[in-house]
């Protein structure tokens, strides 16, 4: 690794993402495809990387948020179906045509705008809102859903491909949450077979995301919808998966400084930390800018040597300090610092210590860190 990028860095480990994968498959019914789930640059890991890695292990799908990450896609794999989970503005419906581009619709005034300003069809699936209360055609009645569509299969510069939905709920263990799950799930399959019945039967339906395709994958979708347990962390931990998983990032930094400080003293902005006996303490060059919340201030613990040390003081702009005082080995400048990963401190272990989830720890870790793969 060259030196200047030994600051703070974030290692993709991609043996990490084929065990994953692999885990995943073996769940998933044979003739299911996975549709894997690259939005926001692969959750933080570097969508380069993970597309070329995804599409040698066999992955045809990939699902991003807006033409942008969809174009970068497409740069990586020229022959891959790119799905656009959300909205694109219309005046994109051109280009989205051009880069062979699979839109989601999610009403028709919608569906008008993208036709008007296409130059050719542009393929799309369609979204119904079974229950996320977010985007989609409303899909309480089926039939009376079935109808509203129907006007989508005729315009002409829509192809209609398939139809999916978002669980609100699935990674729920809750006997509340199931039930709802099972709601929204006949909800799409109802709208499916009522459109089949009237003559459109749909190449595609897809409503799992990674909890519903561990927990309940059904046969009846054409496509995986997988996003976080790629990329090894769980959807509502520490609600257990019945597979096993390798966090592909592992997040690092370096020791700067190592110094003894005596009962009394204080350590960072507004002396929040008081040293009640002699204590070592090193500064370790990452922070808040990239990626590593100030909320963790006086929370957090990072492995030096393997020890766990507890985060001491406010974690500032692009520095924290660390009580390494229990670490039985000499700690100096230039020692590796593990802050999160493929270790006891997991990226869902320390969200949950912040009230949040590891899906936002990953996708947070700023442009300035290199991401360093690993084969
Ligand atoms: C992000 C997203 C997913 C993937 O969710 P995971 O919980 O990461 O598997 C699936 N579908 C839609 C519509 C999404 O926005």
Known sequence: MKRVLHRAWAEIDLSALDHNIKEVKAVLPKKMELMAVVKANAYGHGDEAVCKRLAELGVKWFAVSNLEEALSVRKVCPDAEIFILGYTPPECAEDIAKYNIIQGVMSLEYAEELCRYAAEPVRCHIKLDTGMGRIGFRSKNANACAEELLPLFAMEKLSVEGIYTHFAAADSPEDDDIKYTE?????????????????????????????????????????????????????????????????????????SQVKEIEEGDSVSYGRTYTAESTRRVATVTVGYADGYARLLSGKGKALVHGTACPIVGRVCMDQLMLDVTDVSEEVRSGDEVTLFGDCEITADHLASLYGTIGYEIVCGISKRVPRIVIE
């Open 183 to 255: 709601m929204q799930e006949k909800r799409i399959f109802d709208v499916y077979d009522r459109l089949a019945e009237l003559g459109h039967k749909l190449s595609h339906i897809h409503c799992m995301n990674s909890a519903a395709s561990i927990v309940r994958p059904n046969e009846k979708c054409t496509l995986a919808r997988v996003g976080i347990v790629m990329y090894g962390l769980l959807p509502n931990y520490p609600v257990e998966l019945p597979i096993d998983l390798r966090p592909v990032m592992t997040f690092k930094s370096v020791i």
